[in-house]
C-alpha cells in the first residue's frame, strides 16, 4: 500500500520533534506570562481568568495535536462520479471546467487539493 501515511516513529527526527518544540514555545509563552503578572502592573490575574485561561492554552494545544496526529483521509476513487450525483453546488460546477489530475497518485484532484509529500496522498 504505497498510499498510506508514515508511521510517526519512522518520520524524520525534525518531524517528530516539532511538535515537542510547538508544546514548549505555547506553554513557554503562556505560563512565563503569568508568572510575570505577579511581579509587573496591573498584577495577577484573578482566579476566575486565570482558570479561563489556562483552559484555553490548554484547548489550543489540543486543537493542535489533533490536527498534527490526525489522518487526513484520502480521496475516494469514485469521488468524481459522487459529486455529480449528488451535486455539491461549489464543486459541481467547478468539475467540469477543471479537471486536474495528480501526476504523483494517478487520481484525480478536488478542488483545493494537493498532493502531500509527507503522506505520499
Known amino acids: 500500500m504505497a498510499n498510506m501515511a508514515i508511521p510517526f516513529h519512522e518520520k524524520p527526527l525534525i518531524q517528530r520533534l516539532a511538535p515537542v518544540a510547538t508544546t514548549?514555545?505555547?506553554s513557554t509563552q503562556a505560563y512565563s506570562s503569568q508568572w510575570l503578572f505577579h511581579y509587573i502592573e496591573?498584577?495577577?490575574l484573578q482566579k476566575g481568568d486565570a482558570y479561563i485561561f489556562n483552559i484555553l492554552v490548554a484547548l489550543a494545544l489540543f486543537c493542535y495535536y489533533r490536527?498534527?496526529?490526525t489522518d487526513p483521509g484520502r480521496i475516494p476513487s469514485d469521488w468524481q462520479d459522487r459529486v455529480r450525483l449528488n451535486g455539491s453546488a461549489?464543486?459541481?460546477t467547478q468539475l467540469p471546467l477543471q479537471q486536474r489530475w495528480c501526476r504523483k497518485?494517478?487520481?484525480?484532484?478536488?478542488?483545493?487539493?494537493h498532493h502531500c509529500k509527507t503522506?505520499?496522498?
Open 105 to 113: 497518485c494517478n487520481m484525480y484532484k478536488p478542488p483545493r487539493a
Open 42 to 44: 496591573p498584577g495577577p
Open 24 to 26: 514548549t514555545i505555547i
Open 119 to 121: 503522506c505520499k496522498r
Open 90 to 92: 461549489s464543486d459541481a
Open 67 to 69: 490536527a498534527c496526529f
